[in-house]
């Protein structure tokens, strides 16, 4: 199949960049590639919105019924000790007057309605497993992912192979470290004039609270516990409509305890006497978890190569401070849209123009303003407020960029390090993981191959297991790995690729470098009906 546009993913930067090439010329044939079983079945985010993106994409949004309805009215933000919770001034960036607290499933839903009534094509179900080259080595296209294949990689009777659709250009959309993206990285060495990036990991629950607890508007954040003052993190709580409450907890993956559990660090803090009190009386109806990328401006990779470029979270232009990425991901859709708006006559043309006009635009003085912000944190939480009131009284216009670094080469080995005593689930507030993967409605067909692939299959148990006691089995989110010791055996990694909510925190996480996440067949993975 042939298109003037592939873009992957069904996402906000994907989806806004579809809407603007169509209302630049309705005649622009476009095709979106979505991995999840439906449109927003993959997405996970708070989420306060700031509709700033959204007032120039689609300025009568609210005629046409977008799923922004309740308004951020009140702001709160505490230092959590293990007992206490101090109220702190609000920085300027997480002041959210005009903002909304959304679900922005349901509004990547709105979004992929909208863009097809005006003629873009979206294709759920089908993952985009391989890029296609010419003989130049420009990326002309994408190909699907084959189905029916056996756990060998066998066909079976209801083996389908998979699609090739070519594009003059190939926007990649996939979110935060996307499978397809960190091949063209280092194919192109997009990374060679930028820091590694950095993440986080945020795990996320829906809770429907009592009416007489619930504060329709409320956007509350915190730090300190349970994180240590070495290890970056922090919690939101918003109060959506019909009592429902977005619940999360964010640990950034440059943490260095290999005990540490970021699943855990989450049901920990619900038990808090300033949280849990909340969610007494209340049901869990949702779970979710998905990384974040935390880099910033100095972390963004070169943007474009020929045949194509990197838009919205695959890029890196998530606002750290602001804790939101969801308006400058729409935006750089945009963007990418209008410049390539005159580079659709050949395939394989490399659209410069991108990158100079993101710079010629509000994100990108966004971005630069806060550069130092997050990684002002790299020295610890107390060296990081301090950085962060400087940073923002000065508007982020000191000459200095301060430099980020690669996650996995920041975890300690296990000697140098006490284990981290977390309480059992009680199964009210706290929860053990495999109930959670539950409430994500994660579905994988029975009997394909295995999307988690180890380069070496010996590195779990003769390096990461007497190193950092294999921290796999803690870090993942969904319970996918573990360590099976039997009797009289040696021990062996057990991967439950079943589990996986797509997080791709083993990917960016192992201290070995030593996990490859690539797309499963078909819609695999979960399916959040109101993240």
């Known amino acids: 199949m042939e298109y003037d546009v592939v873009i992957i993913g069904a996402g906000i930067s994907g989806l806004s960049c579809a809407i603007r090439l169509k209302q630049l010329n309705s ?5 979106i590639l979505e991995k999840g079983s439906e449109v927003g079945a993959h997405i996970m985010s708070g989420a306060v919105f700031e509709p700033r993106a959204l007032d120039e994409l689609i300025p009568d949004w609210k005629d046409k019924n977008a799923p922004l309805t309740c308004a951020a009215t009140k702001d709160k933000f505490t230092f959590l000790t293990k007992k206490m919770a101090f109220p702190m001034p609000i920085p300027p960036q997480m002041h959210n007057k005009g903002n909304y607290i959304i679900s922005l499933g349901n509004l990547c839903r709105w979004l992929s309605n909208y863009a097809e009534s005006l003629g873009v094509e979206i294709f759920a179900g089908f993952a985009a497993a391989e890029i296609l080259y010419n003989d130049a080595g420009a990326v ?3 190909a699907t992912g084959d189905m029916g294949l056996d756990e060998h990689g066998n066909k079976t009777d209801l083996f389908e192979a998979g699609m090739e659709l070519f594009a003059r250009q190939t926007i990649f959309a996939e979110g935060c470290h996307g499978s397809l993206t960190k091949i063209l990285i280092d194919k192109y060495d997009l990374r060679a004039n930028s820091d590694p990036q950095t993440y986080g990991l945020g795990i996320k629950e829906l809770w429907e609270v009592s009416p007489d607890k619930h504060k329709q508007g409320l956007c509350k954040h915190s730090i300190g516990w349970p994180m240590d003052s070495k290890t970056y993190g922090g919690s939101w709580i918003y109060h959506m409509e019909d009592n429902l409450v977005s619940i999360g907890f964010v640990v950034g993956l440059d943490y260095k305890n290999p005990y540490l559990s970021p699943y855990d660090e989450m049901q920990r803090f619900k038990t808090h006497p300033s949280i849990k009190p909340l969610l007494e009386g209340g049901k869990r109806i949702a779970y979710g978890a998905r990384t974040l990328v935390e880099g910033g401006f100095q972390s963004l990779p070169k943007l474009t190569f020929a045949g194509g470029l990197l838009i919205g979270d695959t890029a890196g232009f998530l606002n750290v401070p602001k804790i939101k990425g969801n308006h400058t991901a729409m935006k750089s859709g945009m963007v990418a849209a209008e410049s390539i708006y005159d580079n659709l006559q050949d395939y394989g043309v490399e659209c410069s123009s991108y990158s100079d006009n993101l710079k010629d635009t509000w994100l990108w003085d966004e ?9 002002g944190f790299h020295k610890g939480l107390l060296a990081g407020l301090i950085n962060a009131f400087i940073e923002t009284i000065t508007g982020g216009k000191r000459s200095h960029t301060l430099k980020n670094h690669a996650d996995h080469t920041q975890l300690e ?9 977390y ?5 009210v507030i706290t ?5 959670s993967v539950q409430l994500s409605n994660t579905n994988h067909a029975e009997n394909q191959p295995c999307h988690l692939k180890l380069k070496d299959p010996k590195i779990p148990i003769e390096v990461n297991l007497p190193k950092y006691g294999e921290p ?5 989110p969904a319970g996918v790995y573990e360590i099976i010791e039997e009797s009289g055996q040696e021990p062996r990694l057990q991967i439950n690729s079943q589990n996986c909510v797509h997080c791709k925190t083993c990917d960016i996480k ?8 690539c797309v499963p067949q078909g819609g695999g993975g979960p399916n959040y009906p109101n993240m």
């Open 431 to 435: 929860f053990d993981r495999l109930t």
């Open 27 to 31: 005649d622009i044939n476009v095709c």
């Open 413 to 421: 080995e296990l000697s140098k390090h006490k284990p981290i005593d």
């Open 140 to 142: 002309i296209g994408v």
């Open 367 to 375: 971005l630069k303003s806060v550069r130092n912000i997050r990684a």
């Open 510 to 517: 192992d201290p070995s470098q030593n996990i490859d996440w």
């Open 423 to 427: 309480p059992k689930p009680d199964g």
């Open 472 to 476: 796999a089995q803690r870090y993942c």
